[in-house]
């Protein structure tokens, strides 16, 4: 079992950078494979970023590719999302998830994570 709480929300101009974590209770976070997701009022959630249990390979969607940046640090047992240029659509809450599997090709299914944290409210205006 794992406990995510995330940080870093808040409300910022269109053009300015922040950098959400989420810390993970627990000591096996790096058993873990992590995700960041986003639910825009009125809308689906919706994948953002994941990356694999050492960190070495990331995934991110297309509207945030090149604008956004997922890390983590094992030690720490803490997850990133450093998003850079944000955009009034990229208003919405942030979740991280975890999930206990091994695949590359999943990342972006909400249904494949076992644990979430309650989110981080990012509010972009123009």
């Known amino acids: 079992q794992v406990q995510l709480v995330e940080s870093g929300g808040g409300s910022v101009q269109a053009g300015d950078s922040l950098r959400l974590s989420c810390a993970a209770s627990g000591s096996t976070f790096s058993t873990y494979q992590m995700g960041w997701f986003r639910q825009a009022p009125g809308k689906e959630r919706e994948f953002v970023a994941g990356i694999n249990r050492s960190g070495g390979l990331t995934y991110y969607a297309d509207s945030v590719k090149g604008r956004f940046t997922i890390s983590r640090d094992n030690a720490k047992n803490t997850v990133y999302l450093q998003m850079n240029d944000l955009r009034p659509e990229d208003t919405a809450v942030y979740h991280c998830?975890?999930?206990?599997?091994?695949?590359?090709?999943?990342?972006?299914?909400?249904?494949?994570?076992?644990?979430w944290g309650q989110g981080t409210e990012v509010t972009v205006s123009s």
């Open positions: 998830a975890a999930r206990n599997i091994a695949s590359s090709n999943t990342y972006r299914f909400a249904s494949t994570y076992d644990y």
